[in-house]
């Protein structure tokens, strides 16, 4: 299975802490991204690095990868309530880029 | 802004029914694809298109066909729907040049009694 994995599968924090999430990867790869789910919704793309990018950044959403270790993290600072979701990164398959792989995502919960 | 649309949110159909899931973009995307979603499995994909009536076999395609017929529609059809495909089901949609990222329409959970 080209499938990686995420970590943790599960987080809960208190309204205005950081939440950070981890995501591993096997194969090589051009970009990975990461996605959010809330429940019962679909997913919804939140930001893309590609592979000759270390970092990046996108409001209260860090994104690092480092890919000697084929692991990136996705970092949410100041987290609020409504950031309650799951988490998924994904990166394109290494025999078909038009498709991607996608983890089996961290639930995040947000207490107020 | 980008819109995926899926027919039904919830559906409930009987084991042995033929079931028709439809979802429609509106953003002139070549590729289109179809997943489904089970706990602790995360996304699995089922089939993708790249093009009208083109279609490329997922990992998981047993139980499950598609049509494309025209570029902003792509049908995901349960030939002979059992218990264990109930789940919820994703479309998505992304264009072939650019931006890799894929949209998604909201899911539809089926249910198979």
């Known amino acids: 299975s080209q499938q990686g994995e995420e970590d943790p599968q599960a987080l809960s924090i208190q309204e205005g802490e950081n939440a950070t999430m981890n995501c591993s990867y096997k194969?090589?790869?051009?970009?990975l991204q990461w996605y959010r789910q809330n429940s019962g919704r679909g997913l919804v793309h939140l930001i893309l690095?590609?592979?000759?990018?270390r970092e990046k950044h996108s409001g209260r959403l860090r994104v690092t990868l480092d890919t000697s270790k084929k692991s990136s993290s996705l970092l949410i600072t100041a987290s609020r309530a409504a950031d309650t979701a799951s988490y998924f990164c994904a990166h394109p398959r290494e025999t078909s880029y038009d498709k991607v792989i996608f983890g089996p995502g961290t639930s995040l919960s947000v207490i107020p | 802004d980008v819109k995926v649309t899926q027919s039904s949110r919830y559906l409930v159909k009987r084991t042995g029914e033929k079931v028709f899931l439809e979802c429609v973009q509106d953003?002139?995307?070549?590729?289109m694809f179809w997943y489904r979603q089970d706990p602790g499995l995360g996304l699995r994909l089922i089939y993708f298109s790249y093009d009208v009536k083109m279609k490329e076999k997922g990992d998981i395609p047993e139980g499950y066909s598609v049509s494309r017929e025209k570029k902003e529609r792509f049908s995901l059809i349960l030939e002979s729907a059992s218990t264990n495909q109930t789940s919820m089901y994703l479309c998505?949609?992304?264009?072939?040049?650019?931006?890799?990222?894929?949209?998604f329409g909201d899911g539809t959970r089926l249910s198979i009694l």
């Open positions: 194969t090589s790869i051009n970009n």
């Open positions: 953003m002139d995307h070549e590729n």
């Open positions: 998505a949609s992304r264009p072939t040049q650019g931006i890799w990222t894929q949209h």
């Open positions: 690095i590609r592979s000759n990018e």
